[in-house]
């Protein structure tokens, strides 16, 4: 079975500082794992996936996530906050084979000016 | 390639009411999720369907909810009977076949069921 955490509900950082989410997963097989975006009253948006090959995935709006199968982790990092960053991000993950895709509870990240 | 197309958008039902979503996967998408999100909450899985087939619904509560995905139109996720704490935004999303693009599945803009 699969599961996803994430590491605090809330998140504030300061326009121009570094973003870290946290998301940690357990799969009792290889997993797919994605990090999506939420704005308000709209659906979800594919931000990056990590399927196989590179460990750093890297994804839009200058978002990029490190997959470490050790620490069973999948990080969603950016080097500058931007405004129109805030919003709710959901890391997920699936099994390597066509089945259902687990979210984690999300991130809501606020950015101060 | 048209997106995830869901509808209607918004959904005002009294209690007791039936409430039918309706969600047309992406061209060439042959796997349709729903989720439904309650307000500060997460995505709950709730059903995972191919053309004619339920392939998981264990997230589906036992009564009043039901999904189907014909052969022909779209996906529906039928709620009888509702009450107040089905109010929540419902998420359908498709998915290609046989597992290609690395089981990526792509949203919808949801539907917001209120209850009255």
């Known amino acids: 079975a699969q599961s996803v955490t994430q590491l605090g509900s809330h998140v504030s950082v300061s326009e121009g500082a570094l973003v870290l989410l946290r998301c940690n997963y357990s799969s009792s097989v290889p997993p797919y794992l994605f990090w999506y975006v939420q704005y308000p009253n709209q659906g979800l948006q594919l931000l990056l996936k990590y399927t196989t090959g590179a460990t750093l995935v890297k994804g839009i709006n200058g978002f990029e996530a490190e997959f470490k199968k050790s620490e069973t982790s999948f990080h969603l990092t950016k080097p500058s906050a931007h405004m129109s960053d805030a919003a709710e991000y959901f890391c997920a993950v699936t099994p390597a084979r066509p089945d259902k895709v687990i979210f984690g509870p999300g991130t809501s990240l606020s950015v101060i000016p | 390639n048209a997106g995830v197309m869901q509808n209607p958008r918004h959904l005002v039902r009294r209690r007791g009411q039936e409430a039918r979503l309706r969600c047309s996967p992406m061209k060439g998408h042959s796997h349709v999720y729903w989720y439904r999100q309650l307000p500060e909450e997460g995505l709950k899985f709730m059903v995972y369907?191919?053309?004619?087939?339920?392939?998981?619904e264990s997230g589906m509560p036992k009564e009043r909810f039901s999904a189907e995905f014909p052969k022909e139109g779209p996906s529906i996720l039928r709620i009888q009977q509702v009450v107040r704490g089905d109010s929540a935004a419902y998420f359908c999303?498709?998915?290609?076949?046989?597992?290609?693009?690395?089981?990526?599945?792509?949203f919808g803009e949801g539907s917001w069921l209120t209850v009255v």
């Open positions: 369907l191919q053309k004619e087939n339920i392939i998981d």
């Open positions: 999303a498709s998915s290609p076949p046989g597992g290609q693009g690395g089981n990526t599945i792509y």
